[in-house]
């Protein structure tokens, strides 16, 4: 049980944590504006929950139960070496297997597209790619030496915290607080898979979601008048050099033509990642 409660811990912090990147990555790479990367509504992704539950335990076990190869353990004063290959290697195919079973419930089950990877090269169902595989595999690796020091750290502290540092003791504030969270979770899960999608067509029906959609643009054309009356306050030279680099992009168009053609199926294609999600924000049914 007790180990449970700690797994429990884990994998919420897996969850806001991956919401929080994900949310970032949306905004700044993919969709290029704010989005819930997630089918729930509240901050967190269950797949990245599942990510770091699975890449401790299996850290831990590589460690516990093959102690005579000498895999990384700063702890233990051993530094990186070539059996570390072997536990990266699993974890990275972990990663890509997790990723390749949430994608399939989403897509087939929920009809709900959280990613597409379909104008990628190599791609499988959208869900599954080339490049994505090699960056879990990165993400692998970067957890194994940089991440998982400090994530087995917290882990013990949360362990001794919740149970006391004799094992005995329970704590039970904490684990009446991690209880509430997870009572929120499952309430927000309960709901949008499938209380969601009602209401929202009741809203539709009465007329409320045209008026809700209405009063997002109001609000949304009320911060676009801020951003300008602020803009027309500044120093003319601060202007002359938010303009000079306000259209500059970050990544040269030739470089990025090359980059697209090298790893698009059609390089001229729109976003389809913006095409996913509907006006505020949440992930479209599929037809």
Known sequence: MKTFLLYLFLFLVGCMLGYGLEALFRRFVSAKRWVNPGFMKGPWLPLYGFGLITLYTLSNLFISFLPDLPFYDPLQGRGPNVCDLIPMAIMGVA???????????????????????????????G???????????????????A????VNHLANVA????????????????????????GIFVVDLVKSLGLFSKITRIARDSGLLTRYEELRAGVRMKKKEAGERFFASL??????????????????????????????????KADSA??????????????
């Open 95 to 125: 990663m890509n297997l997790l990723e390749l079973f949430a994608g399939l419930i989403f897509v087939k089950g929920f009809k709900v597209r959280l990613w597409d990877y379909t104008n990628m090269k190599g791609n499988f169902m």
């Open 127 to 145: 869900i599954l790619c080339p490049v994505f595989s090699v960056i879990w595999f990165a993400l692998s690796i970067l957890y194994y030496y």
């Open 147 to 150: 991440a998982h020091p400090f």
């Open 159 to 182: 362990y001794a915290f919740m149970f006391g540092g004799d094992g005995i003791a329970a704590n039970f504030g904490f684990i009446f607080v991690l209880g509430l969270a997870y």
């Open 235 to 268: 120093p003319e030279k601060v202007k002359e050099e938010l303009e000079k680099h306000e259209d500059k992009p970050l990544v040269p168009p030739e470089l990025k033509q090359k980059i697209n053609e090298a790893l698009l199926i059609d390089p001229n």
């Open 274 to 287: 913006k095409e996913n999600y509907d006006e505020s924000g949440r992930p479209k049914k599929l037809d």
